[in-house]
Nanobody, 112 residues
Framework: QVQLVESGGGLVQPGGSLRLSCAAS????????MAWYRQAPGKQRELVAS???????NYADSVKGRFTISSDNAKNTVYLQMNSLKPEDTAVYYC??????WGQGTQVTVSS
C-alpha cells in the first residue's frame, strides 16, 4: 500500500510563494507518474502538474510559468513550488501516485 503525506500548505498573500511536499512510503522511482491535483470549493478536482519517471512534466494552463513540479528520489518526495500565487489558486492540493493512491490533501489559501 502506497502512503502519501502532503505538507507545506497555508495562508499566503497574493503574489507570494509556497512549496508543497509529498512524502511517499515507497520508492518513487518505481512509480511511472507522480502528480498534484487541487480541488476548490464547489469545483471538480483538477490536474495541476505531473511528473513522469523519465522526467517529463505537464502543467495546467492556469499554472504554467508559475508552478514547478520536481522530485528528490533519495527522499522519495515530490514537490510543487508555487510562485506568484493568486486567489484563484486557493484549494486543497492532493498528491497522487500513478493516479491510484492519494494523500489526505493540504489546504492552500491565497488571500490578503
Amino acid at each position: 500500500q502506497v502512503q502519501l503525506v502532503e505538507s507545506g500548505g497555508g495562508l499566503v498573500q497574493p503574489g507570494g510563494s509556497l512549496r508543497l511536499s509529498c512524502a511517499a512510503s515507497v520508492t518513487i522511482r518505481s512509480i511511472y507518474t507522480m502528480a498534484w491535483y487541487r480541488q476548490a470549493p464547489g469545483k471538480q478536482r483538477e490536474l495541476v502538474a505531473s511528473l513522469t519517471r523519465s522526467g517529463n512534466t505537464n502543467y495546467a494552463d492556469s499554472v504554467k510559468g508559475r508552478f514547478t513540479i520536481s522530485s528528490d528520489n533519495a527522499k522519495n518526495t515530490v514537490y510543487l513550488q508555487m510562485n506568484s500565487l493568486k486567489p484563484e489558486d486557493t484549494a486543497v492540493y492532493y498528491c497522487t501516485a500513478a493516479f491510484a493512491h492519494w494523500g489526505q490533501g493540504t489546504q492552500v489559501t491565497v488571500s490578503s
